[in-house]
C-alpha cells in the first residue's frame, strides 16, 4: 500500500506543480481528438441523415454494417491505418505516420461510425410530420437536411459527446500510429501504459486522474443532453 500512497502523493504534486511532461501528453490528447471529432461531425453528421430520412434498396444492409463497426477493435483500425500511410503504403508519401494528423484520422474513422449511427437513430425518431411541413414551407436540399438535424440537435450533440469520449481513452490507434513520442505525439492512455510499464506510478497516477476527469466531464455533457432531449 505504500506505493500506492507516495504514487498519489507523487500524482498531486505533478498535477499541481504544472509538470510540462504530464501537461504535454494532455495537450496532445486534446489536440487529436478534437481534431478527430471535427473531421467525424463533418463526414458523419450528412451520412447519418441520409440514412435516416431516406428510404432506399440495401438500407437495412448499410445500416448493419455502420452499427457493426461500432465495436470496430481500435488495433485493427490501427493496423489498416498502418498499412496505408508507412513508407511503403499506398499513402506514404504523405507523410502521416508518427504525426497528429496521422492519429487524429485513425481516430476519425474509429468514431464517425458513432456520429452516422446515433444521427441516423435520432433523425428516424423525429415526428415523421416534420419532413412534410418542411416541404410545404419550401425547404429543399440543405434546407430541408439543416432544418432536420436542427431539430434532432440534442440527439446529434449526444452522438458527438459520445464519439469524443471514445476518442480520448482510445490507445491502440495512438500507440500504433503516433508512436508514442514524448513531446510530440504521447497521449494520456499512451502515457500511463508506458510510465507504469516503467514503474513511474505517480505519473501514471496523475494522467489516469485527469483522463477520469474528462471522461466525468463527457459524461456530465451526455446527461445533461439527455435529459434535454
Do not use: C
Not at 500500500?1 to 504535454?24: N, P, Q, R, V
Not at 434498396?57 to 491505418?81: F, I, W
Not at 508506458?194 to 463527457?218: D, N
Amino acid at each position: 500500500m505504500d506505493y500506492l500512497i507516495s504514487g498519489f502523493i507523487g500524482a498531486f504534486k505533478l498535477l499541481l506543480s504544472g509538470d510540462a511532461e504530464t501537461y504535454s501528453a494532455v495537450i496532445t490528447t486534446i489536440a487529436i481528438s478534437s481534431l478527430s471529432i471535427v473531421l467525424s461531425l463533418i463526414a458523419g453528421i450528412p451520412f447519418g441523415f441520409l440514412l435516416g430520412y431516406f428510404n432506399f434498396a440495401g438500407k437495412r444492409q448499410v445500416r448493419a454494417v455502420v452499427d457493426t463497426l461500432l465495436a470496430l477493435p481500435t488495433v485493427v483500425v490501427g493496423l489498416l491505418v498502418y498499412a496505408f500511410i508507412s513508407r511503403r503504403g499506398p499513402l506514404g508519401e504523405l507523410g502521416l505516420l508518427f504525426t497528429i494528423l496521422g492519429v487524429a484520422l485513425a481516430q476519425t474513422i474509429l468514431i464517425t461510425p458513432i456520429v452516422v449511427s446515433l444521427t441516423a437513430t435520432a433523425v428516424e425518431s423525429l415526428d415523421k410530420r416534420l419532413g412534410m411541413t418542411l416541404a410545404t414551407l419550401g425547404a429543399r436540399g440543405g434546407q430541408l437536411a439543416i432544418a432536420t438535424i436542427l431539430e434532432a440537435r440534442y440527439a446529434v450533440l449526444i452522438a458527438a459527446v459520445t464519439a469524443y469520449g471514445r476518442a480520448i481513452s482510445e490507445v491502440g490507434i495512438s500507440m500504433m500510429i503516433g508512436g508514442n513520442i514524448k513531446w510530440h505525439t504521447r497521449t494520456i492512455t499512451t502515457a500511463i501504459a508506458l510510465e507504469t510499464g516503467k514503474g513511474e506510478f505517480s505519473m501514471g497516477i496523475a494522467l489516469g486522474i485527469i483522463l477520469l476527469s474528462l471522461a466525468l466531464i463527457a459524461n456530465s455533457l451526455l446527461i445533461g443532453l439527455k435529459r434535454r432531449n
